[in-house]
């Protein structure tokens, strides 16, 4: 039976989500609405890697949760990419202000909440609860961040150039990314599918989902690095760890 993985990053109006079979030789891309379109879709996909945090401590020690604290080190120049999630309540709190106020009172040392970050709480509440009410979801749905695929591709090495300049695509970025998708053995179509996006998604939109399919495959072998090596549980028992 051909098993079926997806990587899955969120952009504007929904997820876009790149879908490929284990030998590489059936790729397509979706954009949805919601994840379980993805999880309860006709492909039923073995893994399904998402570019979103999953798992919710309910105090935050740091500068985020223990696997973007892990990750941070190894992107160098790209860790601006990671940002610090903060606790469940900062996160399920009703509107920006009581975020900030409930970030500060569960972090050390204290921390607001980006603006930025904020404005991913919608879908990070969509996945905590579709992994609450289906825990059995939580052997096939893991989180990544792309920047760590991309340097795993490249042998250790973070991306050289930036991915956004300024908010606006960087041609020269997304090129090497995409050079980096088929070394990997990713297939071309991906590079077409760059250049031409699904409507309201970019073309960084389209490799970084690209990259969270590539981890998919090696989660399915058993080939990712979790960061870090022994991830904790929030307190519902998902576990909180970035796999690349």
């Not at 999953?54 to 105090?59: A, D, F, N, V």
């Not at 973007?68 to 790209?78: D, I």
């Not at 991309?150 to 973070?158: D, E």
């Not at 179509?189 to 996006?197: A, G, K, L, Y």
């Amino acid at each position: 039976m051909t098993r079926w993985v997806a990587g899955v990053d969120a952009y504007r109006a929904g997820w876009i989500a790149c879908v490929l079979t284990e030998d590489l030789t059936s790729l397509h891309f979706r954009v949805i609405l919601r994840l379980e379109e993805i999880v309860d879709g006709p492909d039923a996909p073995s893994i399904v890697s998402v570019d979103m945090p999953i798992g919710l401590p309910e105090r935050i020690e740091g500068s985020g949760r223990a696997c973007e604290m892990a990750v941070r080190p190894h992107l160098g120049p790209r860790q601006s990419s990671v940002f610090s999630t903060p606790s469940r309540r900062a996160v399920f709190a009703g509107d920006y202000a009581a975020s900030c106020a409930a970030a500060l009172a569960t972090s050390m040392p204290p921390r607001k909440v980006s603006k930025q970050c904020f404005m991913l709480f919608p879908r990070i509440r969509e996945i905590d609860g579709l992994l609450v009410a289906r825990p059995e979801l939580r052997a096939r749905v893991f989180e990544t961040h792309p920047e760590m695929s991309f340097l795993h591709m490249n042998g250790g090495r973070p991306a050289s150039l930036p991915k956004k300049i300024r908010s606006r695509a960087n041609p020269d970025g997304l090129q090497e990314r995409a050079q980096l998708l088929l070394a990997a053995g990713m297939p071309q179509d991906i590079v077409s599918t760059m250049e031409r996006p699904p409507a309201g998604a970019g073309g960084d939109d389209v490799l970084d989902a690209a990259a969270c399919t590539w981890t998919a495959l090696r989660i399915l072998r058993g080939e990712a690095v979790v960061y870090p090596s022994q991830p904790p549980r929030d307190a519902n028992g998902i576990e909180i760890a970035i796999r690349a």
